[in-house]
């Protein structure tokens, strides 16, 4: 059976009129469900399309490390 880990996902949203750096943590089986997260959260709350994100990184983090 899968654990669910969690991701530290880091990167850029470079929209035409808004340039902003993020870092997201998601808990996921696999660091692409993370990232499938991450595009559903800013699509919705920020009308980001998938081809304005760029992601810099995408790390595995320990519950100690959690922010």
Do not use: C, D
Not at 4 to 15: A, D, F, L, M
Not at 44 to 63: A, D, G, L, P, W
């Amino acid at each position: 059976m899968s654990e669910i880990k969690t991701y530290r996902i880091t990167g850029w949203i470079n929209k035409p009129n808004f340039k902003s750096k993020f870092r997201k943590e998601f808990r996921a089986i696999k660091p692409e469900h993370a990232l499938e997260e991450l595009y559903k959260l800013f699509g919705s709350k920020h009308r980001v399309k998938r081809f304005q994100i760029r992601i810099e990184s995408i790390e595995e983090v320990s519950s100690e490390e959690t922010e």
